[in-house]
């Protein structure tokens, strides 16, 4: 019997054997790892195999690199240079699947004939007004309407009141487009039909309410000094003899073509004057009649809070989207002007006779020192309080997301850092 400490010694025919077979394994160890690594060379330049590139900096990343495919182990120079330049395109989400070619990234709102042949139609329109609008306010949108159709904007009306078929009347009515949804703002409806790839082929968005005056508007003017002047976002000035004025900034400068900034002296608020860089002083327009360039409204877009449907505070961050210096790209047109009647809609019942009536018939047998059963029929019958308050709720949250997200954006830099250091910063 062998011990088992016994170590047995080969003879020299088998150590040649052994080391034979080590020498062949060796070899072909050597000649795959190297095969390995020129593959994965080779993979690196093909769409998919990007060995962990696009993860440098997955917070601040802008493009997504598409799943991986198979590919033939077998490359030539030609294809890794073809493969190169696929690997630096930026598909749309969803499109990957599809040749280039046949992708189709934006849209627009123009109709199209079920019949004819299009390409003899007059070439699209090249601007659009989005305005939210109640039958009760039917003349005064008729000649709003009007006034942009003969410079061939394209025109959407917003219902918020349910009521379409009643401006079939109108000439200009089958032009238009109308969305209808009860008591929504402009807003709501801007953020769910005028996606920026949607408005793409227009220039700009005019982005109304209806209770406004345009006697002394033209559109086609106003746009002309827009460009001149460089203006992204921007708003036609109020004329203060006849209309109801919320902020100084948009009250009409008679021998004006076009102001950014206004002027205020308060010694409980903030100063406004030439060395101001901030909203409301400077870079500031009212929600009332916003107009936007393509690119701003991109920006703006992408700002409206889908479940904030009132937009308050929104206008003191408009700056932002001015695509470069908001006290030069941001303005009120004084040259072309418009009114604001301040006529109530969404919340406000207008039916002057129906309401007291009904309220009096509500408040019979009541005690009128009870305050309560005062305010809950008048509310009843006009929430405009109710909207106002949340208006306001509205505000207090986007401010609160805005703060958040500055925050918490490690990739973000603020363009408009505080140059106003030391200075108050209440404005009353």
Not at 123 to 147: C, D, F, R, T, Y
Request: a positive charge.
């Amino acid at each position: 019997m062998k011990s088992l400490n016994t170590v047995s010694v080969p003879d020299p025919k088998s150590r040649s054997c052994i080391c034979s077979l080590f020498m062949t394994v060796a070899l072909i160890c050597g000649v795959y790892f190297t095969a390995s690594a020129l593959m994965a060379k080779d993979f690196n330049a093909l769409p998919g195999f990007t060995m962990n590139r696009a993860k440098q900096n997955p917070q601040c990343g802008k493009c997504e690199v598409p799943p991986p495919r198979q590919v033939k182990e077998e490359s030539h120079v030609t294809e890794n240079v073809q493969n190169n330049k696929c690997q630096k395109k930026c598909r749309p989400l969803g499109s990957e699947a599809l040749p280039e070619g046949i992708v189709s990234r934006t849209s627009n709102l123009e109709m199209r004939p079920l019949w004819g042949d299009v390409e003899k139609k007059s070439p699209h329109s090249v601007n659009l007004l989005g305005i939210a609008v109640g039958i009760k306010q039917k003349e005064m949108v008729n000649k709003i309407v009007k006034k942009f159709l003969e410079h061939d904007f394209v025109v959407m009306l917003f219902h918020y009141d349910g009521v379409v078929d009643e401006w079939n009347d109108l000439d200009w009515s089958s032009r238009a487009i109308h969305v209808s949804a009860i008591n929504q703002t402009k807003w709501w409806f801007a953020k769910r039909f005028l996606h920026p790839d949607i408005v793409s082929e227009y220039d700009y968005i005019f982005l109304w309410d209806e209770d406004l005056g345009v006697e002394n508007f033209h559109p086609e003017k106003y746009i002309s000094i827009v460009r001149e002047e460089g203006l992204e976002i921007s708003q036609p000035a109020l004329d203060a003899s006849k209309s109801e004025v919320h902020h100084h900034i948009t009250v009409r400068r008679g021998r004006s073509k076009v102001h950014r900034r206004f002027y205020r002296l308060n010694k409980r608020g903030r100063t406004c004057d030439n060395n101001s860089t901030e909203p409301p002083c400077v870079g500031w327009v009212e929600m009332m009649a916003p107009v936007f360039s393509k690119a701003a409204w991109r920006c703006a877009w992408y700002m409206v809070q889908n479940d904030l449907i009132h937009a308050w505070g929104l206008d003191m961050k408009l700056g932002y989207c001015a695509q470069g210096d908001r006290t030069r790209k941001v303005g009120v047109v004084d040259a072309e002007y418009i009114t604001h009647l301040a006529v109530p809609t969404l919340g406000a019942n207008s039916d002057v006779e129906t309401v007291i009536n009904e309220l009096d018939h509500s408040l019979q047998g009541k005690n009128l020192s009870d305050s309560d059963a005062l305010i809950a029929p008048i509310e009843k019958f006009d929430n405009r309080s109710l909207v106002r308050r949340q208006s306001y709720i509205e505000m207090k949250i986007f401010r609160d997301r805005w703060r958040k997200a500055t925050k918490g954006d490690q990739c973000w830099v603020d363009p408009f850092q505080s140059k106003e250091k030391g200075r108050a910063t209440t404005y009353t």
